[in-house]
Antibody, heavy 118, light 109 residues
Framework: EVHVVESGGGLVQPGGSLRLSCAAS????????MNWVRQAPGKGLEWVSV???????YYTSSVRGRFTISRDNSRNTLYLQMNSLRADDTAVYYC????????????WGQGTLVTVSS | QSALTQPRSVSGSPGQSVTISCTGT?????????VSWYQQHPGKAPKLMIY???KRPSGVPDRFSGSKSVNMASLTISGLQAEDEADYYC?????????FGGGTELTVL
């Protein structure tokens, strides 16, 4: 069965850091592209970042310079290092996978909640 | 990286058809045939319903269809059923990154 499971969310103070993880099964993280997509409470989906099979990375403008997407090929796991967190980063963070050569998100995790508050 | 524009809500009675629009620009919707649509029920993860403008993944009923004209994509759901009540999001590839629409709440009356 193909699935991904996020972890690492929680409560963090403004200015703090958090690292999210997304462990994949039945899906090769390094051979495909992986994204982080977030959803603030009561709001819509927002694309955050992508890492391609060739390791190129891209970010939405509001997180560029603060967030870093990466992967551990040996663990088949995706990460999102989030620094200088702000209240408007509060959201459920989903990892979403797409097969190389396609332009769609076939695979979604259940999400992990990040709350930035003092 | 501006969000695509969707109506905030649409509604229809069981058996009827509804269409949800998704308006972007020549940099996203109009520039690529890579528009996808996602269905999200409350508290659940999004689910892929349409990809590459008009293709359906295995398991998605043929009541769901997609189309595109210039900078606007559309999702049509025919023969509405109660379980179709959910939020729907369009998404477009925009050259190395993606952009989502603001989401449309579908109510089945």
């Amino acid at each position: 069965e193909v699935h991904v499971v996020e972890s690492g969310g929680g409560l963090v103070q403004p200015g703090g850091s958090l690292r999210l993880s997304c462990a994949a099964s039945g899906f090769i993280v390094s051979g495909n592209y992986m994204n982080w997509v977030r959803q603030a409470p009561g709001k819509g989906l927002e694309w955050v970042s992508v890492i391609y099979s060739g390791a190129s990375t891209y970010y939405t403008s509001s997180v560029r310079g603060r967030f870093t997407i990466s992967r551990d090929n040996s663990r088949n796991t995706l990460y999102l290092q989030m620094n200088s967190l702000r209240a408007d980063d509060t959201a459920v963070y989903y990892c979403a996978g797409g097969y190389s050569g396609t332009y769609r998100f076939d695979l979604w995790g259940q999400g992990t909640l990040v709350t930035v508050s003092s | 990286q501006s969000a695509l524009t969707q109506p905030r809500s649409v509604s229809g009675s069981p058996g009827q058809s509804v269409t949800i629009s998704c308006t972007g620009t020549s940099s996203d919707v109009g520039g690529y045939d890579y528009v996808s649509w996602y269905q999200q029920h409350p508290g659940k993860a999004p689910k892929l319903m349409i990809y590459d403008v008009s293709k359906r993944p295995s398991g998605v009923p043929d009541r769901f269809s997609g189309s595109k004209s210039v900078n606007m994509a559309s999702l049509t759901i025919s023969g509405l059923q109660a379980e179709d009540e959910a939020d729907y999001y369009c998404c477009s590839y925009a050259g190395y990154y993606w952009v989502f629409g603001g989401g449309t709440e579908l109510t089945v009356l």
